[in-house]
C-alpha cells in the first residue's frame, strides 16, 4: 500500500511542476534578458518606403512593410530552459516593438533559440489576444492561421498590378510548414551572464536579403506575389530562416 | 484501507487542483467582483461528446451568450449597417439563407458559396465549404472583413462597439470590465452560436420514443440508412468529412473546394458534407446552391454525378440507385430532420 501511495504523490508533484513549468520560483534570483532587433538589407539598417535596394539578381525593390513573430524564445543552459511563453510581432515601423525582455534564472548562458512564427498550436486554439491579436493584421481569415512573416513592397521587376510584391509567408501543418525553430551557440566564454537584478542585452540583427536566396534563388519577375500556404511559401522560409546574426552581447 | 485511499487519493487531488489554478493568469482585474452565470451546454441523450471542446477556454456563461447574440443581429458589425450575421444566418431558416442560392453582401454583391445552417456547431470540427476555418472563435473574422459580405474592418467594429451606450456594460458583465477587443468580442460570438443546438426534429423524438414515423416515413428512413448513412452519419447527419460527390465545375466560380486549403490536388473539388437536420428549410442546396428542390439534389445522386472525376468519392462512382418511390420515401423522412423548437426558440431570436 505504502508503494502505491509513493507513486500517487509522484504523480501528482509532476503533474503539480508540469502545470507550473512556466513560472519561475519567487525564490530564484532572476535578471533581465533584453533582445534588441535591428533589421538590416545587406548589412545597412532598413529604411522603409525611402530605402531603395537591388537583390543579388539585379531587382530593384523597396520596403513598404516588414514584420514577423518570434516566439518560444529562449536562453538554455543545461538544465535551465527558461521558456517563454510570449510572442512578439517585430514590426519594422514601430520602433518599440523592436525590443523586448524577458526575466531569466540568474546564471550564464551559452545558447539563445527561438521560433520564428507562431507555433502551431496557437494558430487552432481560437481568438487570441495582444501580439496575436487579429487586429495585427497577421491572421488569415480565409485560412485560419498566421501569417508568420510579411514583406510588400514595389519592384519594377514585378509584373502585377502596381509593381506590387507581396510576400506573407504562413503554413503551419504539413509537409508546407514555414515554422523553423532557430538557435545560436554563443562561443564568447562570457556567454549570456544574467546577474541578479541586471539586464544582459543581446543584439541581433535580421537581414531581409537572405529571403531571396541561400536555398533557392528566388526572383521577383517570377515569384512576386506570394500570399498562400504552400512550396514558394515553405521555400522563402527556408531561405529567411537564416536572417538572424547575433552582432554583440552586453553583460551588466 | 480502501476508504484511506480514497481520502488520500482526494487530498491529492485538491492539493494539485489548487497548485494547479494558482499557476493560472486570472483575466479579471483584482478589486472588481465578478460574478458571470456559468451555465452548461446540455448534450443530447445518445450523442456523441463534442469532438472540440469549444468552451474549454471559453466558460459558457449568461452573460456571454447574450452578449454573443446581440453581436450576431447587430448591423454595427456590418460596413454600412445593413448586413449583421444574422442577414445571411436566420433563425427560420436553421441559420442558413432561406430561398438564395447565395447570400447578399455589402454594395450589392453576391457571397461565392451558399451559406449553411448554424446548429451543433460543437460538433463540427472545421467550419467553411472548404474547412479553411479551424476554430468557432476565429470564423467571424471571414465574413465580417469579405468585402462581398459585411466589408468591414475589425478594427472599426470594435471602435463602433466602445462608443456604444450599451456594449461596454454588456462587455463587462460578460468579461469582468468594459475593455471591448477582438478576443471577447470573438468569443462572445462563439457562445451564441456554440450554444444552438437542433435536437428536437420528429427524427429526434421518434429516436426518444415519444414518437413514431409514418409507414413512409420509416421506408425512408431504412433507405437513408443502407444509401446515405456513411456520409451523413446520425446523429448529427454528417460524418464531418470533405468530399467530391461529381458536380460539374461552375465556370462563373471556379471553385475547387478544399483544395485551395490544403493545396492537395487530392483534395480537388471536395466539399464538407453538409448536416441534413433541417434540410428542407436550408435549399438550395450544394455548396453553390445549384439545386433548388430537395427532388432535384436526390435526382444528382441518381443520374447526375460525373462519374469520369478523378478525385470523385469511391462511393459515388457507381451513383445511388434510387427508384422513384423510394425517393418519394427519402423526402418524407428528410421532413422528419425539420427542428421547429430551435428555428422557433425566442432563446436564438433577436
Redesign the interface.
Known amino acids: 500500500m505504502m508503494k502505491i501511495n509513493t507513486l500517487l504523490v509522484c504523480c501528482f508533484l509532476s503533474l503539480v511542476m508540469i502545470s507550473c513549468q512556466k513560472a519561475i520560483s519567487p525564490n530564484t534570483a532572476t535578471g533581465t534578458v533584453k533582445i534588441t532587433i535591428r533589421n538590416t538589407v545587406k548589412g545597412n539598417p532598413m529604411v522603409l518606403n525611402t530605402g531603395n535596394y537591388t537583390n543579388s539578381f539585379g531587382e530593384q525593390y523597396n520596403i513598404t512593410k516588414f514584420k514577423y513573430y518570434l516566439s518560444n524564445v529562449s536562453v538554455t543552459t543545461t538544465p535551465i530552459n527558461t521558456f517563454n511563453g510570449r510572442y512578439y510581432l517585430i514590426d519594422q515601423s514601430n520602433p518599440a516593438s523592436l525590443s523586448f525582455s524577458f526575466e531569466a534564472p540568474v546564471d550564464t548562458y551559452y545558447s539563445l533559440k527561438f521560433l520564428i512564427g507562431v507555433d502551431s498550436a496557437r494558430n487552432v486554439s481560437g481568438a487570441q489576444t495582444g501580439a496575436l491579436d487579429p487586429l495585427n493584421d497577421m491572421f488569415w481569415t480565409w485560412n485560419s492561421g498566421y501569417i508568420m512573416a510579411k514583406m510588400e513592397g514595389n519592384s519594377p521587376q514585378s509584373p502585377v498590378v502596381n509593381n506590387k510584391v507581396e510576400y506573407h509567408i504562413g503554413g503551419f501543418a504539413g509537409t508546407n510548414s514555414v515554422l523553423k525553430n532557430y538557435g545560436f551557440i554563443i562561443t564568447d566564454p562570457a556567454g549570456i551572464n544574467i546577474r541578479e537584478g541586471k539586464i544582459s542585452e543581446i543584439f541581433m540583427d535580421a537581414d531581409f536579403d537572405t529571403w531571396w536566396q541561400g536555398v533557392f534563388n528566388l526572383k521577383i519577375a517570377d515569384n512576386p506575389v506570394v500570399t498562400t500556404p504552400g512550396v514558394l511559401a515553405k521555400s522563402i522560409s527556408d531561405n529567411y530562416v537564416s536572417m538572424f546574426s547575433i552582432t554583440d552581447i552586453k553583460n551588466y | ?1 480502501k476508504t484511506r ?1 480514497i481520502i ?2 482526494g487530498l ?2 485538491l ?2 487542483a489548487i ?2 489554478s ?2 493560472k493568469k486570472n483575466d479579471v482585474q483584482p478589486g472588481e467582483p465578478h460574478n458571470p452565470t456559468y451555465i452548461d451546454l446540455t448534450i443530447p441523450a445518445g450523442w456523441p461528446t463534442p469532438t472540440s471542446d ?1 468552451f474549454a ?2 466558460k459558457l456563461t449568461e452573460e456571454g451568450f447574450q452578449l454573443g447574440k446581440k453581436l450576431f443581429y447587430d448591423g454595427k458589425l456590418s460596413k454600412d449597417g445593413n448586413f449583421p450575421c444574422a442577414s445571411c444566418h436566420q433563425q427560420f431558416a436553421a441559420f442558413a439563407t432561406f430561398d438564395h442560392d447565395f447570400s447578399h453582401g455589402f454594395d450589392n454583391s453576391f457571397t461565392t458559396r451558399n451559406a449553411p445552417g448554424l446548429f451543433n456547431l460543437a460538433w463540427m470540427t472545421k467550419m ?1 465549404w472548404d474547412g ?7 470564423q467571424p ?2 465574413p465580417i ?2 468585402q462581398n459580405e459585411m466589408a468591414e474592418t ?2 472599426n467594429v ?1 471602435n463602433k462597439l466602445r462608443a456604444d451606450t450599451e456594449y461596454p456594460a454588456l462587455f463587462k458583465s460578460a468579461f469582468g470590465n468594459t475593455d471591448i ?3 471577447r468580442m ?2 462572445a460570438l ?1 457562445q451564441f452560436m456554440g450554444s444552438i443546438i437542433s435536437s428536437n426534429s420528429k427524427y429526434d423524438k421518434v429516436q426518444r420514443g415519444e414518437a413514431s414515423f409514418t409507414a413512409t416515413e420509416q421506408n425512408g428512413y431504412d433507405l437513408f440508412k443502407a444509401k446515405c448513412e456513411t456520409c451523413h452519419k446520425e446523429p448529427l447527419f454528417t460524418d464531418n468529412s470533405f468530399r467530391n460527390t461529381g458536380l460539374a465545375v461552375n465556370p462563373f466560380l471556379n471553385d475547387f473546394g478544399r483544395m ?4 492537395d490536388k487530392n483534395d480537388s473539388l471536395k466539399f464538407k458534407v453538409p448536416s441534413l437536420r433541417n434540410v428542407m428549410l436550408t435549399f438550395p442546396y450544394a455548396h453553390d446552391g445549384r439545386f433548388y428542390s430537395i427532388g432535384a439534389a436526390i435526382d444528382h445522386y441518381r443520374t447526375g454525378i460525373i462519374t469520369t472525376q478523378p478525385t470523385l468519392d469511391p462511393l459515388l462512382v457507381n451513383r445511388i440507385a434510387i427508384t422513384n418511390t423510394q425517393k418519394n420515401d427519402l423526402i418524407y423522412f428528410l421532413n422528419t430532420l425539420t427542428d421547429t423548437t430551435m428555428t422557433k426558440a425566442a432563446r436564438f431570436a433577436q
Do not use: P, W, Y
Open positions: 484501507m485511499v488520500f487519493f491529492l487531488v492539493i494539485a497548485f494547479i494558482a499557476c469549444i477556454n471559453n467553411h479553411g476555418i479551424n476554430h468557432i472563435e476565429v473574422l471571414a472583413t469579405a475589425i478594427d470594435l477587443n477582438s478576443q470573438l468569443k462563439a485551395r486549403i490544403t493545396n
